[in-house]
């Protein structure tokens, strides 16, 4: 297990150094683009252009550009926003993420209760009009795109019906935990539950289709003739050998969504998270906070398979012999 772990992981650190320079390439080495002019600005005399040019090594080859840059962006730290002028990027990464992270967490419970509960209860009641039921409604979170539905809950709960309704809810925007736990939580209660709408009706339908197929497996048939209730079925066997691919794309889900895909929910919500950093910085062609955003999502997602491949050989020892 541990040459498996250990394997995995030294390929995870391949997968991000060459998606790093993937990244470099594309922003930084792509012909036509000047990336000395963005950071000098508009109007820059040519000595000031040689200046940054030789300060970021652009005038040397593109190895050791690619180093200078690396060392800019996470040695020394001091690599700079191209717009504004003197914000450094990594702490604004870093500034985000407790945002980002709050968000992620507490849809990932919301979701995972939900997504587990119907999931069992569809599978478990198969045949029943509570089957059905229930996968109406997940299929009414999936259909419901984020940023539509985030509208419309702002629209209802700031504007239309805030006076009478929903006068307890906070205006737009994000409140430390350390600040405050329950303006926090208040802040965070609305994007949670759009968020979560959307995954608990994924794995509800998932979780569903695995247990009924579980249901129907010969260790299932023989626990019955062995006695055992129904319940103790549904739970101690059928159950956890379900939530096996759950595990595996709740891995995949949380790490992309930390890493940024939770765009849309922190823009309609207002959130300073690192999905709205990086869609402001996309608006004004920021380049060093888009190549480090995207460093940063790179890591989450490469980060989360790799634990959920960890995890998945952990629960099958056939895959640490694949």
Not at 75 to 89: E, M
Request: proline content about 6%.
């Amino acid at each position: 297990m541990i040459g498996y772990i250990l394997r995995r992981f030294g390929a995870a650190v391949l997968v991000l150094f060459a998606i790093s320079v993937l990244v470099f390439l594309i922003f930084f080495a792509t012909p036509g683009v000047d990336p000395a002019a963005r950071i000098a600005g508009k109007n820059a005399d040519p000595a000031t252009l040689e200046q940054v040019r030789a300060s970021f090594g652009f005038d040397q080859p593109l190895p050791v550009q690619y180093l200078m840059m690396m060392k800019h962006l996470f040695v020394s730290h001091d690599l700079t926003s191209f717009v504004n002028r003197g914000t450094l990027v990594i702490p604004q990464i870093m500034d985000a993420v407790p945002v980002t992270l709050s968000l992620v967490v507490g849809a990932a419970v919301i979701w995972m209760v939900l997504g587990v509960a119907m999931g069992t209860l569809a599978g478990a009641m198969r045949g029943t009009l509570v089957d059905p039921l229930v996968m109406l409604l997940g299929v009414f979170g999936v259909s419901l795109p984020v940023y539509w539905l985030g509208e419309v809950v702002n629209l209802v709960t700031q504007k239309e019906l805030h006076d009478s309704v929903f006068s307890w809810v906070p205006p737009l925007g994000y409140v430390p935990l350390s600040q405050s736990p329950g303006q926090w939580a208040l802040h965070l209660l609305l994007p949670w539950l759009t968020l979560a709408l959307l995954y608990a009706g994924i794995y509800a339908r998932l979780l569903r289709g695995e247990l009924i197929q579980a249901l129907n497996e010969d260790y299932v048939r023989t626990a019955r003739a062995k006695g055992l209730s129904e319940r103790r079925i549904l739970i101690r066997h059928a159950l956890r050998c379900s939530l096996i691919p759950i595990v595996s794309l709740f891995g995949l889900d949380f790490g992309a969504l930390v890493g940024g895909a939770a765009l849309l929910t922190e823009v309609v919500f207002g959130l300073p998270g690192v999905g709205k950093l990086t869609y402001q910085a996309l608006q004004n062609l920021d380049l060093p906070v888009i190549m480090g955003t995207v460093l940063y999502a790179a890591f989450f997602v490469v980060l989360a398979n790799a634990v959920v491949d960890v995890l998945y050989a952990r629960l099958d020892p056939r895959v640490r012999r694949a």
